[in-house]
């Protein structure tokens, strides 16, 4: 057979064997067996120097042509084989259920807070931040307590062992204190954080719960002011059968001060009237002059109420540590 007439059975006869390869490595060898070093292709391309100097051009051009071909159809079964082979191996039932990944949800305590942050935000109160290791001074001093006030002993407070006596905020009070150390009146924030104090768990108790704390400063403040407003965001959160009431009570920031109870068919269940659910009062002219407002012309009311006892009331639990417990089929109910 003439060298030109082997061309084209040889170039035939690769492409089938390339297409007749299963996998990528019966490819390769395949490759090697026509363009390696011994291969049957590159041997008729050796051939090549042996024709005559009329015949080289045309046949040479021609065996290139082919090689391409060739070279394009092996391009092309590989990325075929690739693909196969990256493909499952047992073939897939799309009749099967999907695997269900399980969705997370917020903590009830988060919820609670959230909400709480909501109603607040209808009268248009703003979310304000301190920090949880606080000093003494914006944890009791600032608010005009005094150093022998029992909320200051050790036995109720955890402080940190650090030279200016630093201490895990046992109230969010503290937090008034350094809104109004950085902003002139008016002032209408609530802060919602974590407090710590050094009691032993219990159903009622935990070292470690929640308090959302407010103040609103402006010029002729009232009390009744505060009482519609506490009104108004316990109705949303608990419902519209909620009452409210305050009772005289004692706080060094605030004059007078009032302890509020709250009262609702859900507290009634539990066997009662009435449940204690917050302090507040009219901020105290001391705390006033503390941060350099003039207690003549601004008044101002704050509030503190923790959001565990809300939550219980809400979800109707009884024991404040499942909330610290992460037991996930507690966590899941809400
Ligand atoms: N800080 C108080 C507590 O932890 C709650 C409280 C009472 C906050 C009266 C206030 C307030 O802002 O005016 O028990």
Redesign the pocket.
Known sequence: MSFLDQIEPLKQAAIADLHAATDLGALEQTKGSYLGAQGKFTGLMKQLGTLSKEEKPAAGKLINQAKAELEAALVARRAELELKAALPKEPTDFTLPGRRRTLGKLHPLTQVTEDIVRAFRKIGFAVADGPEIEDEYHCFDALNTPADHPARDSQDTFYLATPNRQLLR??T?SV?IRVMEKQPPPVRIIAPGRVYRRDNADATHNPTFQ?I?GLYVDKRVTIGDLKGTVEFVFQELLGNDVRVRFRPHY?S??EP?FEIDFSSAMVRKMGKEWLEIA???MVHPKVFETVGYDPEIWTGW???FGIERIAMLRYEINDIRLFYENDVRFLKQF
């Open positions: 046992t109230h009070s008034q308090q704390e706080f920031y605030t001060s302090g507040c009062g704050a509030f503190g």
